[in-house]
């Protein structure tokens, strides 16, 4: 995996349960918008993954009310971490999953929510792309179609990614040990051999997360994800509350977290270039951080 030449800390917010996780989440989120909105690119473009991370934007639109801010939806431009390659109404498809959640109940305009192209899902026409599989006609028609037009109007970077981390270390469709941990060209690649069901799926890739992101967030319940945390994070120190206003401290627990280098799986080889305050934060509950050794600073 890969090293990198100095220590790259991230925010931990160890929260009391998942609603507050929910809550910590929001905050991120409304913060990034804000500045995205307030910045002459004029739009807020987001990257969401599936698996538990959906549940926790249901109440979103609640959040931006209760603070007296406009999401302003029509300015957002909403695109995938990773998607299995099935139908947009599969219940496998994590669009379908964050649609039921958020998508379907925000006034986002429908082409500013980049799902997979469906016709590709056909076999291919006598095309010269017909060379190529499936999956592999997904990740380059949404690289070409969804993801570069996006980091065109942001400034080249996506705003906010929000990511889970799987109880073997993955992310996006990023898996541990995989050929697409060392993809240096594409920005959105495929693979057909996914560990975590179905088999065949899309991803952005590191060049997207480590270059062209400006925030990630990782979203993470339960104690199957204790193991990872002990091994991403090298140190976990307590630090006092600054800007997260749920943070008093019976409900959210602040740390800072330096990572592990070379880092032991994917979601730790995600680190957004731009090496400000807050530009990788884990949320995460209770349960998943019990056997983290934290300490004072
Ligand atoms: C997918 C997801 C995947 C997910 C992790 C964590 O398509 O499978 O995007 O990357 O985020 O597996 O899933 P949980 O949050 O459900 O543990």
Known sequence: MTSLDSAYTSKLLICKDKSVMALSLHELVIKSCKEALSSDRGIFSIALSGGSLPSFLSNLSDSFDRVGCSPQWD????LLADERCVPNSDPDSNLKALKESILDSVAIPKNQIYGLDESLLLPSSSSSSSLLSCEERMASAYEKTALRPVLEKSGNKIDCVILGFGPDGHTCSLFPNHALLEEKDKLV????????????????????????????????????????????????????????TTNDNDNVKECSAILSDPAPFPCGMARPNEKQDSNLVYVVDTSAAATLNISKL
């Open 75 to 78: 300015k957002w431009h909403v």
């Open 189 to 244: 690649a495929s693979l057909n051999d996914s560990p975590k069901p179905p088999l065949c799926r899309i991803t952005l890739t590191f060049p997207v997360l480590n270059h062209r992101s400006r925030m990630i967030v990782f979203c993470g319940a339960g104690e199957s994800k204790g193991p990872i945390l002990n091994r991403i994070f090298a140190t976990v120190h307590h630090t006092p509350p600054k800007q997260i």
